[in-house]
């Protein structure tokens, strides 16, 4: 075989698998999840302004957003896609005093969060809708969420996938995981 034939069979080769990878890379961000990178520091100090992360839309079929699990969703206040965690489900009750945040009268013990609501932060119990989840930042001050009533409740039909992989930066790249720390606390508020 000349050298030439085998140059052929090289490139011919390498062709065949980019057009794989780029399909199953379609295939990918069509139907089962998609590549998103964070803009602005509203879920700090979970994720940053920067970071790349990976959602998956299938799960959504047979699994239900949980507290403390963080989703992307659309809305029409925003554009682009929000990414935000969970912190009431359809049926509950929620509300904010003096920066204190309480689901169903318990008070929420959030680790997770970029220090505590201003004291200024409050919202009258509300009850969230059917098929409706309520979303916060992490950074609770400096977050567009389900507090602005131009958001909302979210509806289950926009929520575009749970935030499941950090890509970048590399010294964080691995699973996002929810970090789900209110439920079992049952100090009334």
């Known amino acids: 075989m000349s050298g030439l034939a085998v140059k052929k069979t090289f490139l011919r080769e390498w062709l ?11 295939v990918f961000i069509l139907f089962i999840g998609r590549i998103i990178v964070i803009s602005g ?8 302004d920067g970071d790349i992360v990976v959602t ?3 799960s959504g079929i047979w699994h239900q957003p949980e507290p403390g699990e963080i ?4 809305c029409a206040a925003a554009e ?10 359809p049926g509950d ?17 959030e680790s997770y969060i970029n220090g505590i609501m201003g004291p200024w932060t409050n919202l009258e119990p509300l009850l969230v809708p059917t098929d409706r989840y309520f979303l916060m930042g ?27 992989w950090r890509l970048w930066p590399l010294s964080e790249f ?13 100090e009334g508020l």
């Open 16 to 26: 065949e698998w980019l057009a794989l990878a780029s399909v199953v890379a379609s």
């Open 41 to 48: 520091d509203s879920m700090r100090p979970t994720l940053a």
């Open 56 to 58: 998956e839309k299938l």
């Open 71 to 74: 989703y992307g969703f659309t």
């Open 80 to 89: 682009g896609i929000l990414i935000k965690r969970v912190v009431a489900l």
């Open 93 to 109: 009750q929620i509300a904010i005093v003096s920066g204190t945040l309480s689901v169903n009268g318990l008070v929420q013990q």
């Open 138 to 164: 992490d950074n609770r001050d400096h977050s567009l969420d389900s507090r602005d009533p131009a958001i909302g409740s979210v509806p289950r039909v926009q929520m575009q996938g749970r935030v499941v």
């Open 174 to 186: 691995g699973p996002v995981t929810a970090r789900q720390e209110g439920r079992e606390h049952s």
